[in-house]
């Protein structure tokens, strides 16, 4: 069981907005800054989202993130059949002093 | 261009010692704090631990806490991770990360990983 708390899954149709919630505490989300990760099998996590919104140059206009109180969202309009992944939401503890990663949710396109 | 490829990894039987080796090149690496993260097989990214930019200070993950070492050599480009008693549950995928100075812990470039199976 994570510490931050994500869907497992998650699916929409290409054209559809889609999001995923990261549901953390006080030590972490609420303190500190989330990052997303995209994930595909077999190859290395690729940062999506920094600082709860901001997109590394590359990331299409497509995803964006938020952040209130203890929870996070990453928002992907526009789907398409590329964006069929796991993503992953991470942020520092002040607590346990360790980088939390969200169990991750696997998102479907349909 | 940044670059960050992991070595070390192999089928080792539970108890024993690994050590990997993530060599980075197209940065300034002394200025990265560097973190590695594993994922086991069908699981989720579990983060393992880091290193500060000068190697000063070290956190892990309770997991490997006691178990796990991570060091650095600034002048070699390359940080290492020394695996002890090895479990059966260690068993994944190994990726080390940079984690740019003042980022808020955010992991922007990642090596390919290096696969560690612990099995008897």
Redesign the interface.
Known sequence: QSVLTQPPSASGTPGQRVTIYCSGSISNIGSNVVNWYQKFPGTAPKLLIYSNNQRPSGVPDRFSGSKSGTSASLAISGLQSEDEADYYCAVWDDSLKVVLFGGGTKLSVL | QVQMVESGGGVVQPGRSLRLSCAASGFTFSTHAM?W?RQAPGK????VG?IWADGSEK????SVEGRFTISRHNSKNTVWLDMNSLRVEDTAVY?C?RDPPG???????????TLVSVSS
């Open positions: 973190h993260v989720g990214l579990e983060w880091f956190e892990y993950a309770d990726y990360a980022s808020g812990w955010r992991l922007d470039y990642w090596g390919q990983g």
